[in-house]
């Protein structure tokens, strides 16, 4: 078996009814992978862009680009080889935990609090897959309440 | 023009020079019946079967080259026609697939024969439509049928709601197809296609692996003088039967699990694979760390998706084999030097001495393999051949004297049983001045028997010749070869009376089991130009033979095994 690697593929297809499911089907259909997907209009375009996190071996990830350039609204399958990379987290805390060190924590991830309330606060970090996660661990002994992760996105540097 | 969805549907097919379409109607497509009935344009064959209008629609494509029209309504009248279009889609057949569906005001809410039909088509279609707005139709159409027969051909289908069919727009199909996300590459890459013809001249021992596309691109003649002036020997897969005649003596005959010794021992020794719009398939390489293992690879495939899927490819061209072939031809001019093939050609005559392609008269029983030759002698060049998927499929790819390409049409990626009387009929609407003989057996033949009532109807005679062995035979081969003649629901000693079955729709029948009845009734459904089953009772336990054991190496065949 050849070895599975992690790769970032963003497709720009036409903005138009069911696009979405014709992707994930192929992704379903033929056993591919998909560890993250997101999909938003590019703005002033008939156009969408989605950011696919995927991975699989060499010939794997070829037939996926291959594969998703086949369907008909597929205007462009970008196979990312040096990016930049980014995902976002939401995360709600008790509003007893200490705030102070949760702020410092989120500064330090590219984020910060952005919302309190009288039971909880929501902060929010936008970092590399990688260091999101790091974050996620870090903000264990806070007792976070509760967690939502983006997919990424990304962009050719 | 101001008209109604209905009618676009009607002008778009005539537009297109449509001169025949299957279907079966029902609610959600009546408007577009409703308009059918008004017209003298074009040709509707009501099949008795949704399954049944796919089928004939790719059988008529297969035949003739054009787009098959299948025209039939929504819920139960699409699900019936999902098998069809899996089969166009394995195949690369061109079809424009038109469905109805409910009214705009109830899709979504469970409606009577509702069923989210551009979902389940997604899967088994190259493209699909749903339209919502009359205003959208000439375009969707002409787009639909643009994308059928552009590129690596396929099934398109387009699902239309009861309303649209009603609502009034402007008609305009006077605009060319512009789709920019879709731009089918053509023509090769010429210096890829350069450095291909450079490997071809400094190979020893090159072999043609001659694919299904080249039928599809219809580069048959272009292929046909490629291997003449290169003298190098060809292989056919399955799909490509025909594209060499069977008389060519370059031709070693098909690869692949059922293919001869000779194609498989010539693929495992050449240095050189020339692939031409095939694809790989797993029945064709057997093991694929052992498949042509010394050899380099040139793949010509219009699809980039097929190019390096499955093996890798030292020269991969996407393009239209027609192109790539015209390229190859001009570049190759300066004759390739013939006599520094004269070894490698003699290895394979050898290796076709060691182990023709054969079978043993060694019963009293009819062998199935000597009634396809027969019919091969009776009738050569002058039947369109289709088959059902079994036993008899095989034999017939391997023992009938093909040709010319489409000469042979058949379910090969999909392997779906109850495709080939369907088909044939389509074969009989495309090319009425040739018999359609199609070779079935007695499990295939009860998949689609209503269609007897279709070919009888609209007076497409077709030559059902049922290889009868009581058994669902390819099943049962595997039984024996592979799980120790434990025979689990393949006996089918229980079957209908064919020959009063046929009677029964109007057709006629005949039971043979001798050489002399077998003659006597293909002479006689011949003369008499009717619909016909020939029930011919074969040997139960024959074998088809030469077998690559499914995922073994192609050198390594079972070539013989006599079943008691």
């Known amino acids: 078996m050849e070895a599975a690697e992690r790769r970032v593929i963003s497709v720009i297809v036409i903005n138009e009814a069911s696009v979405l499911s014709r992707i994930t089907d192929l992704f379903s259909g033929r056993g591919y992978n998909i560890t993250s997907l997101t999909v938003a209009p590019i703005p002033e375009s008939r156009y969408s862009r989605l950011t696919i996190v995927t991975s699989g071996s060499v010939r794997v990830i070829e037939q996926i680009t291959k594969q998703l350039h086949k369907l008909i609204p597929v205007l462009k399958v970008i196979e990312h080889a040096d990016l930049v990379e980014k995902e976002m987290a939401l995360v709600k805390f008790p509003i007893t935990e200490n705030l102070a060190d949760i702020s410092a924590l989120c500064s330090a991830y590219n984020g910060n609090i952005v919302n309190v309330s009288e039971e909880v606060i929501i902060t929010m970090v936008a970092d590399e897959p990688k260091r999101v996660d790091y974050f996620l661990s870090a903000i264990k002994r806070f007792h976070p309440k509760e967690i939502v992760r983006s997919g990424a996105v990304a962009l050719e540097r | ?564």
């Not at chain 2, 424009?96 to 509702?114: K, N, R």
């Not at chain 2, 693929?267 to 692939?275: F, H, N, Y």
């Not at chain 2, 380099?296 to 190019?307: E, G, L, N, R």
């Open chain 2, 1 to 564: 023009m101001q008209i109604s969805g209905a009618q676009m549907v009607i002008e778009a097919l005539i537009a297109e020079e449509v001169d025949t379409i299957f279907g079966y109607p029902g609610g959600a497509i009546m408007n577009v019946y409703d308009e059918i009935y008004k017209q003298n344009s074009f040709k509707h064959i009501l099949t008795r079967h949704e399954q049944a209008a796919v089928h004939a629609a790719e059988g008529y494509s297969k035949a003739s080259g054009k787009v098959g029209v299948a025209m039939i309504t929504s819920g139960p009248g699409f699900t019936n026609a999902v098998t069809g279009l899996a089969d166009a889609y394995m195949d690369s057949v061109p079809l424009v697939v038109i469905s109805g569906q409910v009214p705009m005001s109830l899709i979504g809410t469970d409606a009577f024969q509702e069923i989210d039909a551009v979902g389940i088509s997604r899967s088994c279609t190259k493209h699909n439509y749903l339209v919502t707005d009359a205003a959208d139709l000439p375009r969707v159409l002409k787009e639909a049928f643009y994308i059928a027969r552009t590129g690596r051909p396929g099934p398109v289908h387009v699902d239309i709601p009861k309303d649209v069919t009603a609502q009034i727009a402007k008609f305009d199909y006077s605009k060319e197809v512009d789709i920019e996300t879709y731009k089918p590459t053509t023509k090769g890459n010429t210096r890829q296609i350069k450095k291909a013809v450079d490997a071809i001249k400094n190979a020893k021992r090159p072999l043609f692996y001659l694919g299904g596309g080249i039928i599809n691109s219809n580069a048959s003649e272009e292929v046909r003088k490629l291997v003449k002036n290169t003298g190098i020997p060809a292989v056919e897969t399955f799909m490509a039967r025909g594209t060499l005649k069977y008389d060519d003596p370059l031709l070693i005959s098909m690869l692949g699990m059922h293919g001869s010794y000779a194609a498989n021992m010539a693929m495992s020794e050449t240095d050189l694979v020339i692939g031409l719009g095939a694809r790989f398939d797993d029945r064709v390489t057997g093991k694929l760390s052992e498949f042509a293992k010394g050899a380099k690879i040139i793949h010509v495939d219009i699809d980039p998706a097929s190019i390096s899927k499955l093996v890798n490819a030292d020269f991969p061209i996407v393009g239209d084999i027609k192109h790539v072939v015209k390229s190859m031809l001009d570049i190759a001019k300066t004759t390739i030097d013939k006599e520094r093939y004269t070894p490698w050609l003699d290895t394979i005559a050898n290796f076709n001495k060691l182990h023709p392609l054969s079978f043993k008269e060694d019963s009293e029983d009819l062998k199935p393999q000597w009634v396809i030759k027969r019919v091969g002698e009776t009738l050569g060049d002058n039947a369109n051949i289709s088959t059902d998927v079994g036993q008899h499929q095989m034999w017939t790819a391997q023992f009938y004297p093909f040709s010319r390409p489409r000469q042979f049409i058949s379910s090969g990626g999909l392997g779906t049983m109850g495709f080939g009387f369907p088909a044939a009929v389509g074969v009989k609407a495309a090319d009425p001045k040739r018999i359609s003989v199609n070779f079935t057996g007695d499990g295939s033949i009860l998949m689609n028997i209503q269609e007897l009532m279709t070919a009888v109807e609209q007076k497409l005679p077709v030559i059902n010749i049922i290889l009868n062995n009581n058994y669902l035979g390819m099943v049962r081969q595997w039984q024996t070869l592979f799980y120790n003649k434990r025979h689990s629901e393949t006996d089918l000693s229980m079957q209908p009376d064919f020959v009063k079955l046929a009677e029964a729709f109007g057709g006629v029948g005949y039971r043979v089991s001798t050489k002399e009845e077998f003659d006597a009734a293909l002479k006689d459904a011949i003369e008499k130009n009717v619909v016909a089953f020939i029930d011919v009772k074969v040997h139960r336990l024959e074998n088809v033979m030469p077998m690559v054991p499914s995922g073994g190496s192609l050198f390594n065949m079972m070539l013989e095994y006599k079943e008691k």
